[in-house]
């Protein structure tokens, strides 16, 4: 499988954001707001755009990668067209999560904020056992609900050594610079496992925040599998509530000037219509100002501590 054919399904993006994290953050809990800044896009490397018309770059400003899609061709490379599609954080090994090193094996968290939109805020973690053998990859993918921010990463102010994520929840993870391994926050992370046959098992990433969690994962393809059912564990507290299924709150858009993709449907936009459907199939009573509440209060906590 084509590792850049599974990201064919998903929307198109708008401009180019850089991480400045000198700059005062203002954001209002009610709105998807992004916490970067803009400048100059980087230069493009035309040889990097893969066959879906991605184009994944390092940064200058920290070790992670800045991923853009082709929106718009043109016979003038300079003139052509590219979006913002997501950032990632790839650990390579050599590490207590990833023993082996040389590129061997990663695991790869991409953080997906397409066109800023709340219904296209998500997670994607990518666990690759063998390289450049993407049948035996498995990919988890995970949307977090509240979405208040679009995802960001910037250097730590208080230790230059890590990295500093925030959540569409508000929520922080923080990430060894060094290794690219989780080192503290909402996430615990576990090393790579294989079966067998040498194909990763379902990535070890647990988070421990206070908001929900929708996820689904499989082996090879993208995650979200329309066919499948009861294949999307709706997570609190680390517990599995209840299954859905992906067809339940995806669709694939078919108008021809989108291309084809998956896409939450489009009842299925805020935060609110989410969990009110949950409750109804679920037959629970998640509130979600109580949910961003206890958000709120965790994480004021945990600046306190720190």
């Given at each position: 499988?084509?590792?850049?054919?599974?990201?064919l399904?998903?929307?198109?993006?708008?401009?180019?954001?850089?991480?400045?994290a000198?700059?005062?953050?203002?954001?209002?809990p009610?709105?998807?707001?992004?916490?970067?800044?803009?400048?100059t896009p980087?230069?493009?490397?035309?040889?990097?755009?893969?066959?879906?018309?991605?184009s994944?770059?390092?940064?200058?400003?920290?070790?992670?990668?800045?991923?853009?899609?082709?929106?718009?061709?043109?016979?003038?490379?300079?003139?052509?067209?590219?979006?913002?599609r997501?950032?990632?954080?790839?650990?390579t090994g050599?590490?207590?999560?990833?023993?082996?090193?040389g590129?061997?094996?990663?695991r790869?968290?991409?953080?997906l904020?397409?066109?800023?939109?709340?219904?296209?805020i998500?997670?994607?973690?990518?666990?690759l056992?063998?390289?450049?053998?993407d049948?035996?990859?498995?990919?988890?993918?995970?949307?977090?609900?509240?979405?208040?921010?679009?995802?960001?990463?910037?250097?730590?102010?208080?230790d230059?050594?890590?990295?500093l994520?925030?959540?569409?929840?508000?929520?922080?993870?923080?990430?060894?610079?060094?290794?690219?391994?989780?080192?503290?926050?909402?996430?615990?992370?576990s090393?790579?496992?294989?079966?067998?046959?040498?194909?990763?098992?379902?990535?070890?990433?647990?988070?421990?925040g206070?908001?929900?969690?929708?996820?689904?994962?499989?082996?090879?393809?993208?995650?979200i599998?329309?066919k499948?059912?009861?294949?999307?564990?709706?997570?609190?507290?680390?517990k599995v509530m209840?299954?859905?299924?992906?067809?339940?709150?995806?669709h694939?858009?078919?108008?021809?000037?989108?291309?084809?993709?998956?896409?939450?449907?489009?009842?299925?936009?805020?935060?609110?219509?989410?969990?009110?459907?949950?409750?109804?199939t679920?037959?629970?009573?998640?509130?979600?100002?109580e949910?961003?509440?206890?958000?709120?209060?965790?994480?004021?906590k945990?600046?306190?501590?720190?």
């Open positions: 499988m084509n590792r850049n054919f599974i990201f399904l998903l929307p198109q993006m708008m401009i180019i954001f850089f991480i400045n000198q700059t005062p953050i203002i954001r209002k009610t709105e998807v707001v992004r916490r970067d800044t803009q400048s980087p230069s493009i490397d035309f040889s990097s755009i893969g066959n879906a018309g991605i994944c770059n390092g940064s200058d400003l920290g070790p992670w990668t800045l991923c853009r899609k082709l929106m718009k061709d043109h016979s003038d490379y300079e003139q052509r067209i590219f979006t913002p997501s950032f990632k954080l790839i650990n050599g590490n207590k999560t990833l023993p082996q090193s590129g061997i094996i990663s790869e968290y991409e953080f904020y397409v066109e800023n939109a709340r219904s296209e998500a997670l994607l973690l990518w666990d056992p063998e390289k450049d053998n049948k035996k990859g498995h990919m988890l993918h995970l949307t977090f609900l509240p979405r208040l921010v679009t995802p960001s990463v910037e250097i730590s102010a208080m230059p050594q890590l990295l994520v925030t959540l569409p929840t508000q929520e922080e993870v923080y990430f060894r610079q060094n290794t690219l391994e989780v080192a503290s926050g909402v996430f615990l992370e090393p790579v496992q294989t079966d067998q046959n040498k194909t990763a098992l379902k990535p070890k990433v647990e988070y421990i206070h908001g929900l969690v929708l996820a689904q994962s499989r082996v090879a393809e993208y995650p599998n329309l499948a059912k009861n294949n999307i564990d709706v997570i609190y507290r680390s209840c299954q859905l299924s992906s067809s339940e709150l995806w694939l858009n078919k108008n021809p000037s989108k291309k084809n993709y998956l896409e939450l449907r489009p009842e299925f936009a805020t935060d609110d219509a989410i969990i009110n459907y949950i409750n109804k679920c037959s629970t009573r998640f509130n979600l100002k949910i961003t509440k206890n958000i709120e209060l965790s994480t004021m945990m600046e306190n501590e720190n």
